[in-house]
């Protein structure tokens, strides 16, 4: 009989250390769900971020780079922040059978630094950007 006794004191330490060992188990998988579902929302952001740097680009090549800077709305929940600075400009001239032409085309050269935020993602770009003007200056010789 002092045995029989023995053995339910035994069973509930059992289950009491069972069930420690499924509670930490439980909370270290809500753990990893967590922490998984803040991963997938990151790399979500990320692809958002990526999917609209074309758009910006584009955006870009249509705005007036002599603004200097300037923040647009790309929709979705992302902002553009610009800032263009001229790094040169000129009128290229050209060699021909009656001599040195200039163009009648001026061309810039714009370095465009680019801000991409979204939520609590951002991602800088830099790029270069080409632009031509055609001057009311006929062509004329260059000696």
Do not use: C
């Amino acid at each position: 009989m002092r045995e029989a006794r023995n053995e339910r004191g035994f069973l509930i330490l059992e289950v009491l250390i069972a069930g420690l060992i499924l509670t930490a188990s439980i909370a270290a998988t809500m753990y990893l769900f967590k922490m998984g579902f803040e991963h997938l929302e990151r790399a979500n952001d990320s692809n958002v971020l990526s999917a609209k740097l074309p758009l910006a680009v584009a955006l870009l090549r249509s705005l007036d780079l002599e603004r200097k800077e300037g923040t647009e709305d790309m929709g979705d929940g992302v902002t553009l922040r610009w800032e263009a600075k001229l790094v040169e400009k000129g009128r290229p001239v050209y060699d021909s059978p009656e001599g040195s032409v200039q163009s009648p085309y001026e061309v810039f050269l714009y370095r465009v630094s680019l801000r991409l935020d979204f939520k609590r993602l951002g991602r800088e770009y830099e790029m270069d950007f080409f632009r031509s003007v055609k001057t009311d200056v006929s062509v004329t010789e260059v000696f």
